[in-house]
């Protein structure tokens, strides 16, 4: 059971917008930043979305990051196959002292 | 080229221990945290421990608190990971990434991850 909740999968066809949630608590999200990691199958995760809405160099802006509270939520518009990956939400737990992550929810593009 | 390169992992038995290391090139390594996150197969992200730019602070998570270490050397630029009393439910791809501020405990994201090393924990 993930600190962080997220749906387990999400789907859309080509070319339309997704959005994965992540929610959390007062200790994690509600008070610190989140970031969003994409793992492509058999890869490394890679950094996405950092400070719940700030993009690092080389990310297309189709990748876009919210907050509000204790939730947080990534959108991902013109969707194509090579998106098809698991995302995770991660942030710090100020109660647990401890780095959280999200389950994962992967995106099957249809 | 920013780059994370982990080793030492492999097949241990049970209550072994193993340790693994990170090389780091391509940035300042030690104005940096870093960490350790694993990944069991088929399973998510699990963070397993953080180590500030110098060393003052350090983090684990409860499930391998008291039999992980986690250290860094700046002049080598490497992390490192000494895991004692090996249990199998610590098999796992494991992890180094790059921390974006100087305290793990700062959630600003890990910008930079390896390619993971490989621990099989069986008898």
């Known amino acids: 059971q993930s600190v962080l909740t997220q749906p387990p999968s999400v789907s859309a066809a080509p070319g339309q917008k997704v959005t994965v949630s992540c929610s959390g608590s007062?200790?994690?999200?509600?008070?610190?930043?989140v970031s969003w990691y994409q793992q492509l199958p058999g890869t490394a995760p890679k950094l996405l979305i950092y400070e719940n809405d700030k993009r690092p160099s080389g990310i297309p802006d189709r990748f876009s990051g919210s907050k509000s509270g204790t939730s947080a939520t990534l959108a991902i518009t013109g969707l194509h196959t090579g998106d098809e990956a698991d995302y995770y939400c991660g942030t710090w737990d100020s109660s647990l002292s401890s780095w959280v992550f999200g389950g994962g929810t992967k995106l099957t593009v249809l | 080229e920013v780059r994370l390169v982990e080793s030492g992992g492999g097949l241990v038995q049970p209550g072994r221990s193993l340790r693994l290391s990170c090389a780091a090139s391509g940035f300042t390594f030690g104005e940096f945290a870093m960490y350790w996150v694993r990944q069991a197969p088929g399973k998510g992200l699990e963070w397993v421990s953080g180590?500030?730019?110098?060393?003052?602070?350090?983090g684990y998570a409860d499930s391998v608190k008291g039999r992980f270490t986690i250290s860094r050397d700046n002049a080598r630029n490497s992390l490192y990971l000494q895991m004692n009393s090996l249990r199998a439910e610590d098999t796992a791809l494991y992890y180094c990434a790059k921390h974006r501020g100087l305290d793990f405990r700062e959630s600003y994201g890990m910008d930079v991850w390896g390619q993971g090393t490989t621990v099989t924990v069986s008898s």
């Open positions: 180590i500030s730019w110098k060393s003052d602070t350090l």
């Open positions: 007062t200790s994690n999200i509600g008070n610190n930043f």
